[in-house]
DNA sequence: CAGAGCTCCTGAATGC
DNA sequence: TGCATTCAGGAGCTCT
């Protein structure tokens, strides 16, 4: 499920396969993705050069002359460069062409998405998005702002992109274990000493990740089709009732806002 | 406004 | 064996 790591890790395996490349042609197989891919946006990218890449968040950003392609991998999205003779296959959804090959997306659950926009500074899904885990705006005095204003649990909030974006699921619960703190403590219940070992913990998880090419638990690859290796250092997501590797209690697993939340009932009390 | 719940989708896993 | 049901989840949208 590509979260942060998992979407920087394709954009940096993909530099040097695209910038500096000219779109030849986009092939859309089926539009249908959580957006609709918009009619016209093969014309408008087609013989543009890529100037560079970026994200924000979670989505992945192709800067061209003229305009930006948006990207999206959704939770099942992936991206591989292919020779033009390799056949499309099902879910094979775009292929963005260039001279010497193809980037193919491939989206089985078409939760992914694909914008051109004029500046994608302005596009509408990416306004209102809390700041980069990774830099400076993401710190111990700005979160406890967010935190104490919220009637959520630690979880929940951290999720939030309004809050800080990238942070999913599975970086959530791992990020929570490795500062010591209860998925369900209220928000604003969090002293600040916490506030500043989560904020380590959620940059230092998310930086190990992106060293070891995300995490693959099912659908994710790395461009060139590795899965990412993040996995085996994962501590306590998707490992229910396996000992904790610091006390030996057993791992809980617990439903949070819907989504699946791990922790150690030892390390992590309220 | 804040927050809870719903929704899109398919494939894998589970249940009978 | 096979069909039906359940679950997973990013994040915008709707409703309260």
Redesign the pocket.
């Known amino acids: 499920?590509?979260?942060l790591p998992e979407v920087e890790t394709v954009r940096r395996g993909l530099d040097s396969y695209i910038v500096g490349h000219v779109i030849q042609e986009i092939t859309i197989r089926n539009p249908?993705l959580?957006w609709q891919v918009a009619e016209d946006l093969p014309l408008r990218a087609q013989g543009q050069v890529i100037k560079a890449t970026s994200r924000r968040?979670?989505?992945m950003i192709w800067h061209l002359q003229r305009g930006d392609l948006i990207w999206?991998l959704?939770?099942?999205g992936v991206m591989r460069i292919r020779e033009h003779t390799i056949d499309a296959e099902?879910?094979d959804h775009i292929d963005v062409i260039f001279n010497q090959h193809r980037v193919r997306f491939t989206d089985?659950?078409?939760?992914g998405s694909l914008f051109y926009s004029d500046n994608w500074q302005e596009h509408p899904?990416l306004q209102n998005l809390g700041p980069e885990p990774l830099s400076t705006e993401f710190n111990a005095q700005d979160f406890a702002k967010a935190l104490y204003?919220?009637?959520?649990n630690i979880k929940?909030v951290l999720?939030d992109?309004h809050v800080v974006v990238?942070v999913?699921?599975?970086y959530a619960s791992e990020a929570l274990f490795l500062a010591k703190i209860n998925p369900e403590t209220p928000a604003a219940n969090m002293t600040f000493a916490q506030i500043e070992k989560l904020v380590d913990a959620v940059k230092f998880v998310l930086n190990k990740a992106i060293q070891a090419g995300g995490t693959t638990l099912?659908d994710f690859l790395q461009i060139n089709g590795k899965p990412g290796y993040f996995r085996h250092e994962l501590q306590v997501y998707a490992k229910a009732l396996q000992p904790c590797p610091i006390c030996q209690t057993l791992i809980q697993k617990i439903?949070l806002?819907?989504?699946?939340t791990y922790f150690c009932p030892e390390c992590q009390k309220i």
């Not at 204003?149 to 959520?152: A, D, E, G, V, W």
């Open positions: 499920m590509p979260e249908h959580r968040g979670k989505y999206h959704g939770m099942s099902k879910h089985p659950r078409r939760f899904l204003k919220s009637q959520r929940a999720m992109s990238g999913g699921n599975i099912k439903v806002g819907q989504r699946a």
